[in-house]
C-alpha cells in the first residue's frame, strides 16, 4: 500500500480507505463486514471511515465496527486511523440534526461509546449547515480536540467559501483542518473547480468519497441492475433510474480502456480519481472481500498517459450523477 501525506500534515494515509456507509450494519451479514475489515488491514488500508448514522440502523456500523475492532485488533489501535462524523439527522428533536455544538458534543460521546474508543484520530462535521453560524460548528470542533476526544478535524461538503471560512478559523486557533472530504469521482468532477485548489491553499488534505460512483463506474451494471447491488435494494442511496442508459454506454466504452490497461472497470476509475496530487484517499465502499481486492488493485497501475486521460475526458464528456 502507497501512503501519501495529509496536505502539510505529518499524517500518512493509504491511498486506498474503507468506508462503512454501507454493509457494515446490524441489517448487513456480519462476517462479511469482519472479513472485509480484516483483508482491508491486512493489504495496509489502515484508515476507516465511520459517521454516527452509518447503518443501518444508524449507529450500528460504529458498534459493529468496535466490536470487530475489540475482537481482532484491538492490539493494533495505535496502527490505524478511524474517523468519525456527526451533521446528519441521527436522533428525533432539534439536537440529533444539524452542526450545532449540541449535536456535534453529544454525538461524539455516543460515538466514542459505541465503538469503544477513547479518541478518533479524525472528526469531521459531516456537513454545511446555513442555520448554525459556521463559528460555533468550528469552535466545538476545536473544544473537541481539546477535550483530547479527536486527535485532527476535518469538515466534508462545505461549499468553497464556507471551507475557507472554516479553514481559516481553525487555523487561528492552531487546530489546522486536516482534512475536506467530498464526493469526486469520473461522474463527479465538482471539486476540481474550487475544492481542490481551496484544499491546498490551507495545507489540508483532500479525501473522496464515493469514488466508484455507488457502484456505477464498475462493470456490474453494464448488463442491467444485478439482484445483488446498491440499485437494486430498496435501502440503497443509489436509485435504479441512476443506473441511466447514457452512463452505462460511457461505462461500456472507459471499460475498454480499462481492459487495455490491464485493469478492472473500478480499478481504472480508482486509479484516474488519485492522478491528482492534491487528493491524498480514496474512500471506497464494498459487499464483500472480492470487491475490496479488486479495488486493492488499482495501485497495480495508477498512472495514464496522455492519450487515454484525453480519450477518457471526451467519453465522460461532462457526464454526471
Ligand atoms: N462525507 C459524506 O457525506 C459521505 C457520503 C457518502 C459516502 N461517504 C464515505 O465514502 C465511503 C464510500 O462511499 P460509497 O460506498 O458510495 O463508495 P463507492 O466505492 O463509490 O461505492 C461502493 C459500492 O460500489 C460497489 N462496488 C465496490 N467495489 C466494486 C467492485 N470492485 N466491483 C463491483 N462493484 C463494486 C458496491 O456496491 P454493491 O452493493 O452494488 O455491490 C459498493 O458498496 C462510505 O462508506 C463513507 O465512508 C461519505
Same mark, same amino acid.
Given at each position: 500500500? &502507497? ?12 491511498? @486506498?480507505? *474503507? ?6 450494519? /446490524? ?9 472485509? @475489515?480484516?483483508?482491508a488491514? #491486512? ?9 454516527n ?8 456500523? &460504529? ?21 468519525? =462524523?456527526?451533521?446528519h ?13 449540541k449535536?456535534?458534543?453529544a ?9 469503544g474508543?477513547?479518541?478518533? !484520530?479524525?472528526?469531521?462535521s459531516?456537513?454545511? !449547515? ?15 480536540v ?10 466534508s461538503?462545505?461549499?468553497p &467559501?464556507e ?5 481559516r478559523?481553525?487555523?487561528?486557533? !492552531? ?11 469520473? /461522474? ?5 473547480e474550487? @475544492? ?9 488534505? /483532500?479525501?473522496?468519497f ?10 456490474k ?5 444485478? $439482484?445483488?447491488?446498491?440499485?437494486? !435494494?430498496?435501502a440503497g /442511496?443509489?436509485? =435504479? $433510474? ?6 452505462? $454506454? ?6 475498454? @480502456?480499462a ?6 472497470m ?18 471506497? #465502499?464494498?459487499?464483500?472481500v472480492?470487491?475490496?481486492k479488486?479495488? *486493492?488493485?488499482?495501485? &497495480?497501475?495508477?498512472?495514464?498517459t496522455?492519450?487515454?486521460?484525453? *480519450? ?10
Open positions: 500500500m &502507497e501512503y501519501a501525506y495529509c496536505g502539510k500534515s505529518g499524517l500518512q494515509l493509504p491511498r @486506498i480507505s *474503507l468506508g462503512l456507509w454501507h454493509n457494515f450494519g /446490524f441489517t448487513d451479514d456480519y462476517d462479511t463486514a469482519r472479513d472485509m @475489515i480484516l483483508c488491514f #491486512g493489504a495496509g488500508v489502515t484508515h476507516f471511515d465511520l459517521a448514522n452509518y447503518g443501518p440502523p444508524p449507529g450500528s456500523a &460504529e458498534s459493529n465496527f468496535g466490536r470487530i475492532l475489540g475482537e481482532h485488533l484491538a492490539s493494533h489501535r495505535d496502527e490505524m486511523v478511524i474517523a468519525s =462524523k456527526a451533521g439527522l441521527m436522533w428525533a428533536g432539534p439536537y440529533g440534526d444539524g452542526s450545532s455544538r449535536y456535534l458534543m454525538s461524539i460521546d455516543q460515538s466514542l461509546k459505541r465503538t474508543l477513547d479518541y478518533f !484520530d479524525i472528526f469531521y459531516h456537513r454545511y !449547515d446555513p442555520n448554525t453560524p459556521l463559528e460555533e460548528t468550528m469552535q466545538a470542533l476545536v473544544d473537541i481539546r477535550a483530547g476526544k479527536a486527535l485532527y478535524v476535518g469538515i461538503k462545505y461549499p &467559501e471551507a475557507r471560512r472554516a479553514m478559523y481553525l487555523a487561528e486557533r !492552531d487546530v489546522p483542518c486536516l482534512i475536506f472530504q467530498d464526493k469526486y469521482s469520473m /461522474f463527479n468532477r465538482y471539486p476540481e474550487e @475544492i481542490l485548489a481551496v484544499t491546498s491553499a490551507f495545507g489540508s488534505g /483532500f479525501i473522496a464515493s469514488p466508484l460512483a455507488q457502484g456505477l463506474l464498475t462493470d451494471y453494464l448488463h442491467g441492475i444485478p $439482484e445483488y447491488s446498491r440499485a437494486a !435494494d430498496p /442511496f443509489l436509485k =435504479k $433510474e441512476q443506473v441511466a442508459p447514457l452512463l452505462v $454506454e460511457k461505462v461500456a466504452k472507459l471499460n475498454k @480502456i481492459a487495455g490497461r490491464g485493469q478492472s473500478a480499478g481504472m476509475a480508482l486509479a484516474w480519481a488519485l492522478r491528482d496530487e492534491r487528493v491524498t484517499s480514496l474512500i471506497v #465502499g464494498a459487499r464483500n472480492d470487491q475490496l479488486d479495488n *486493492l488493485k488499482a495501485q &497495480e497501475h495508477l498512472t495514464f496522455a492519450e487515454e486521460l484525453s *480519450l477518457i475526458d471526451q467519453i465522460l464528456d461532462g457526464a454526471t450523477l
